[in-house]
């Protein structure tokens, strides 16, 4: 039988019970947060937004200007940079404009045999408007003939283009006499945009 004269009070048990409180607070609220998350990753995958895929081919001139700072930490590591005039030879069609040709400005890291590239590449539609996209990506080589793959972002664009979202990869090859050709296939998501706008 228990017996109540031998029971002491335990001061902390208090501040364990409110411990204990506390932390079932926080985990609650972690897995709400979380859950949140999990929806909002699975509404923009199911297609939360309206997105309209596009795919189109783009040939790059030999750069020019085209300028190499060597980095003087090993042999073969350089800084890059230069501009291609593009022509689109599959235009990509925006709300049924079609992509004509481009100016592309990258600024390579050439390290360990692979160019290392980053750049952003501005666009003429037939409708006059243009829209601007960063790429990101790898030459597998310092010189073609050598396969480039990567991925690109759409991040402005002027006129009815205003507010275009979107993004998907590339990929193609650097000829030997370093003209750059790239099929791009992705997705836009008009909904922001001025020329969809009521």
């Known amino acids: 039988m228990f017996d109540v004269r031998k ?7 208090p501040y364990l019970l409110l411990f204990l409180f506390a932390l079932s607070v926080l985990v609650t609220a972690q ?9 909002s990753k699975k509404a923009e995958a199911s297609g939360g937004a309206n997105f309209v895929k596009v795919e189109g081919k783009v040939r790059c001139d030999k ?4 300028y190499s700072i060597e980095v003087p930490d090993r042999p073969g590591h350089a800084l890059l940079l230069a501009k291609r005039k593009c022509t689109w030879t599959e235009p990509l069609v925006i709300m049924g404009a079609k992509s004509k040709d ?12 692979t160019l290392h590239a980053h ?10 408007e ?5 790429t990101m990506g790898q030459v597998l080589a310092e010189k073609g003939p050598a396969t480039a793959k990567g991925r690109w972002s759409l991040m402005r664009g002027t006129g ?9 990869s590339y990929g193609g090859k650097l000829e030997a006499d370093d003209v750059l050709t790239l099929e791009f ?14």
């Not at 029971?7 to 048990?13: E, G, I, M, V």
């Not at 243009?130 to 960063?134: E, N, S």
């Open 130 to 134: 243009k829209v601007t996209m960063q």
């Open 160 to 168: 009815k283009f205003k507010g275009i979202k979107g993004g998907g």
């Open 7 to 13: 029971f002491r009070p335990r001061p902390h048990l």
């Open 119 to 128: 750049g952003f590449e501005v666009d003429t539609f037939d409708n006059g």
């Open 102 to 113: 481009g100016v592309a400005i990258e600024f390579p890291e050439k390290m360990e045999g």
């Open 31 to 39: 897995g709400k947060d979380k859950g949140k998350e999990k929806e």
């Open 63 to 66: 750069p020019d200007p085209a």
């Open 185 to 198: 296939e992705g997705v836009y998501d008009p909904s922001e945009m001025v020329g969809e706008k009521k």
